[in-house]
């Protein structure tokens, strides 16, 4: 059983897609007026797939998806298209090449070859084994070596400009007019 994710732009037809992937035996979270609220939530809590169905507002689907895919954490979320009018999908295909085309009747057997792991879960995996972010004796590593620190070396003082020089309080005989 996956969580899905599931963006659709008009209300009652997304409750009964919704209501399909349920059948299917997923738990389901909707979003069907605001692709960048749907954007916050799916990189709050992500889900194991974001279904986008295309055949409303595709436009709103591309943004949508290109938003997601815009943060690193969205990058290792699968994205899942159900297609809409053709002449509308050349220019999403293009703008978001790594996602998934489906069917709602291909959508079952979809779901069902995605990685079972959570895409949280993978993050921490693929950031343990590249050893970013962890300690070894109170130093920080950068890809499992020590990050150096700059050299600290006194610095001259800069010839003084004109911009940095302080200029006198107003007075009656400096004021500008």
């Known amino acids: 059983m996956a969580d899905v994710f599931l ?7 997304a409750n009964e897609r919704a209501a399909r992937i349920r059948a299917m035996g ?9 692709g ?16 986008i169905d295309l055949s409303r507002l595709p436009s709103h689907g591309r943004a949508t998806a290109g938003g997601i895919r815009g943060y690193k954490a969205g990058r290792d979320i699968p994205l899942i298209l159900l ?33 079972v792991r959570s ?15 962890q300690r070894r004796g109170g130093v920080r590593l950068a890809k499992g070596r020590p990050v150096r620190a700059a050299p600290t070396t006194p610095r001259e003082p800069a010839a003084e400009s004109r911009s940095t020089r302080t200029r006198p309080a107003p007075t009656r005989r400096n004021r500008r007019s």
Do not use: Y
């Open 36 to 51: 960048a609220r749907a954007g916050r939530e799916i990189l709050a809590r992500p889900p194991h797939a974001v279904v």
């Open 119 to 133: 895409p949280a879960a993978s993050a921490a995996e693929k950031r343990a084994s590249d050893g970013v972010g």
């Open 26 to 34: 997923h738990t389901v979270r909707v979003e069907c007026a605001d």
């Open 7 to 13: 963006i659709h732009w008009n209300k009652s037809e």
């Open 83 to 115: 297609p809409g009018a053709p002449e509308k999908m050349e220019k999403v295909r293009r703008e978001i090449p790594d996602a998934v085309w489906s069917t709602w009747d291909g959508l079952s057997l979809t779901l069902a070859s995605l990685p």
